[in-house]
């Protein structure tokens, strides 16, 4: 019987793991990562890019969604 239950189990990981070949996530080595390319200068943050205060609580009650 336990053998029965985890064999089902280890049928069970398979089917839902795939268990397939993947295709390759292996990149041309001609192109590098985007974090390692550079842009030349830095720009500085404008009026629009600044930090927003935080928004204000919400004071108003939930509504009960067994009274309409």
Do not use: E, F, H, Y
Not at 28 to 57: D, I, L, R
């Amino acid at each position: 019987m336990s053998r029965t239950v985890l064999a089902a189990a280890a049928l069970m990981g398979l089917i839902a793991c795939g268990g397939g070949a993947k295709p390759s996530t292996k990149r041309p080595a001609s192109s590098a990562p985007a974090a390692t390319t550079t842009s030349g200068a830095t720009a500085q943050p404008s009026q629009q890019q600044k930090k927003k205060a935080a928004a204000k609580p919400d004071t108003t009650r939930p509504k009960n969604p067994l009274t309409n």
